[in-house]
């Protein structure tokens, strides 16, 4: 026995390793024909082989199977060319078959890896273990207030899943994070997964220990579930490092068990004793066949994978020339980056493109709480409006102007035009930059205020804005700045 003041001496490291289900966004369901869909009437997408009813049989979906492989070439891993559907066995009120049609032993896909950042520290690596594919079990909707019966919805049996198992190489809450950050980000840009947690559509398990700094041997580990959300994840992780180092510490043990999160009281409770895989009695599905995958077909995937958000960023920076930074913020997801690069299109300062869409076009879209799919404003209107800024035709400051004018005009019902040329001519926005209309307003107004002049000659250098405002007042705002400052200075400091 060690006392328990050596006990306290003791630092523990965390080890995590994730398992992450998402749902395909087929059209289809994984063995049958039914729609997938999130939020029709229950139990309206269902049929025998969804339901399990006797002698209906699965018939695999390639879309399916296609999707998976994305996911796994994305990574890194490899596409095995034979893999063994297998019924993992157990009730569950939602769950018809009385088996869930998984992969065991033999998966579609082996290894690979996620590479992530945590702030400013250098690039970090999360090994995977294995990628397989399965179907989703219904939902069970438990009474609301008021209510005493709990429903069963099946709509959600048969819907495709990918479950990812990462390697326990995280080592702390914030890796988990963004760790889970970058798979969602992969599976977006691959469109296999839309990334959706409150609908669902992406769920995970967090199997979490802890072990004496230095010590090889890995812990008892606990198996965190219903987390919605990816701060929820780690909101739960850092409640369970804590749990588990302070009954370690007062010389307890950790049992290995599943627990539930509950979001609302910030604190996880056991749910049941973890049980092993022989406790599902795996078999391998007799109703399907092994599943085998040409080395064409795994060819023909990887040649149609589309460019991934790491290359993408690359590509930005050495092409377009503008900064780290920006490259990440606008190779964040697949459409903003298709959205810089169709305005880059039909515009050439690559630089003031990427300021505009981060300040100006991203306000919009968190301001309106709208996807750009969603946003009117298009990559034709940006280039237009920019490219009048780039021309001197308007100023930054009425871009601004033209700009609240056509989202307003963009997101409003009526059929009005937002085309920024249309709303310039409209609103008289024509910046002036000819300088033979500027210079006798220049030399007016220095004639009219002789002792501001003469005040700004002696040292009063912060007169230099009146002068400014006074042209621009005498100009209705339309002289451009630039050459009214550059006229001015010429003339008062001579
Ligand atoms: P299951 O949960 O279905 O029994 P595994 O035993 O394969 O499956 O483990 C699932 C996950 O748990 C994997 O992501 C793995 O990295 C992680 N894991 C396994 N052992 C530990 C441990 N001691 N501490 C933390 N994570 C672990
Ligand atoms: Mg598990
Ligand atoms: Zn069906």
Redesign the pocket.
């Known amino acids: 026995m060690v006392s328990s003041a050596q006990t306290k001496e003791i630092i523990y490291q965390p080890?995590?390793?994730?398992?992450v289900h998402a749902q395909l966004q087929t059209e289809t369901k994984i063995f049958c024909g039914c729609k997938v869909a999130y939020g029709e009437d229950p139990n309206s997408l269902t049929c025998p082989i969804c339901l399990g009813l006797p002698g209906a049989l699965p018939v695999l979906n390639k879309r399916a199977v296609e999707f998976a492989m994305r996911m796994i070439i994305a990574v890194g891993g490899s596409v095995n060319e034979r893999s063994v559907f297998a019924r993992k066995n157990y009730f569950y009120p939602d769950l018809p078959k009385g088996y869930q049609i998984s992969q065991f032993d033999k998966p579609i896909g082996t290894g690979g890896s996620v590479r992530y950042n945590v702030g400013k520290e250098p690039e970090r690596i999360c090994r995977l273990?294995r990628i397989h594919l399965e179907e989703d079990a219904g939902k069970s909707l438990h009474p609301e207030a008021g209510e005493s019966q709990t429903r069963v919805d099946l709509n959600r049996c048969g819907t495709p899943l990918i479950e990812i198992?990462?390697?326990?190489d995280l080592a702390s809450p914030q890796e988990a994070y963004a760790y889970l950050v970058r798979l969602k980000q992969l599976l977006q840009y691959l469109q296999v997964c839309t990334g959706d947690m409150e609908k669902g559509h992406l769920r995970c398990?967090a199997?979490?220990?802890v072990r004496p700094v230095g010590q090889e041997k890995?812990?008892?580990?606990t198996?965190l579930k219903n987390m919605n959300s990816f701060k929820g994840v780690e909101r739960a992780l850092t409640f369970e490092i804590d749990r588990q180092v302070k009954l370690l510490r007062a010389g307890g043990e950790v049992e290995q068990a599943s627990l539930l999160w509950d979001e609302k009281k910030q604190m996880a409770e056991p749910m049941r004793s973890?049980e092993?895989?022989h406790d599902y009695r795996y078999f391998p599905e007799p109703d399907l066949l092994n599943l085998t995958i040409s080395s064409e077909w795994i060819e023909k995937v990887t040649s149609d994978l589309p460019e991934l958000p790491e290359t993408r960023k690359k590509r930005f920076v050495s092409e377009y020339n503008i900064r780290e930074y920006d490259a990440v913020v606008l190779t964040d997801s697949r459409e903003l980056a298709d959205f810089y690069e169709q305005v880059m299109n039909q515009f050439d300062d690559a630089q003031a493109a990427a300021n505009w869409i981060q300040t100006e076009y991203l306000k919009t879209l968190n301001d309106l709480k709208i996807s750009i799919d969603q946003f009117p404003v298009r990559p034709k209107q940006v280039a237009s409006l920019l490219g009048l800024v780039k021309s001197g035709k308007i100023s930054g400051k009425m871009a601004k102007t033209v700009y609240a004018e056509m989202v307003s005009r963009a997101t409003d019902d009526t059929e009005s035009d937002f085309t920024p040329e249309v709303i310039v001519e409209e609103l008289g926005l024509v910046q002036v930059s000819d300088e033979s209309t500027i210079v006798p307003i220049v030399e007016k107004i220095i004639a009219d205020n002789e002792p501001q002049v003469t005040a700004y000659r002696g040292g009063k250098d912060k007169l230099f804005g009146f002068f400014v405002g006074q042209v621009m007042k005498e100009t209705k705002g339309q002289a451009n700045p630039e050459i009214v400052n550059r006229l001015l200075k010429e003339r008062l400091d001579s």
């Open positions: 080890v995590i390793g994730l398992e273990t198992v990462s390697e326990p398990d199997n979490i220990s890995l812990g008892t580990r198996e973890k092993e895989s």
